[in-house]
């Protein structure tokens, strides 16, 4: 009767150990982003420090400026999601038909029998990558209209900045 609790619980250990494995991969992956946040930080706080130090070259203003630029515009930002939205949406049609068309009947059983054991999955699946799809696109259009003016005014600070 003890071995078949200690079996027992040689399999929970067991079955825990990629579950705890992607844990501790998401907790790296964590604490490397911000590292790598606090260091662009120490060093821009070094440059700033050192700038006010000399006294001569860009005053802080301008080197604050320049360091809290977005990496990417606006329009570049809202253009990914769409991006995305379409891509999404389109896997998930395409599982979605791909049921509905009965794809897994016949001969695609016989090449891949485990792909093609339960359609309910492919559906769950097809589904929430096109609500995801669908939500991304609907974003895109919403914040378009919202933000129009600022992705204007975006566009005409860059092209000033371009010109000088």
């Known amino acids: 009767m003890t071995e078949d609790v200690y079996t027992e619980i040689i399999w929970s250990i067991e079955d825990l150990i990629p579950f705890l494995g992607i844990i501790a991969l998401c907790i790296v992956i964590v604490v490397l982003y911000f590292r790598k946040k606090h260091n662009e930080i120490e060093k821009r706080s070094e440059i700033i420090k050192t700038a006010l130090e000399k006294g001569s070259g860009p005053m802080p203003e301008e080197l604050l400026k320049t ?9 570049e930002r809202l ?10 949406t389109f896997i998930g049609l395409g599982l979605v038909l791909a049921v509905y068309t009965k794809v897994c009947e016949d001969d695609a059983e016989l090449v891949y029998p485990e792909v093609c054991e339960d359609k309910a999955d492919f559906l769950t699946l097809g589904f929430v990558s096109l609500a995801v799809g669908a939500g991304l696109v609907v974003y895109y259009f919403i914040a378009r209209r919202v933000l129009r003016s600022e992705i204007e005014k ?5 092209k000033t900045d371009h010109e000088q």
């Open 67 to 75: 360091f809290n630029k977005p990496k990417r515009s606006l329009k």
């Open 79 to 88: 253009l990914s999601k769409l991006l995305w939205g379409m891509i999404c």
């Open 154 to 158: 975006e566009e005409r600070m860059l």
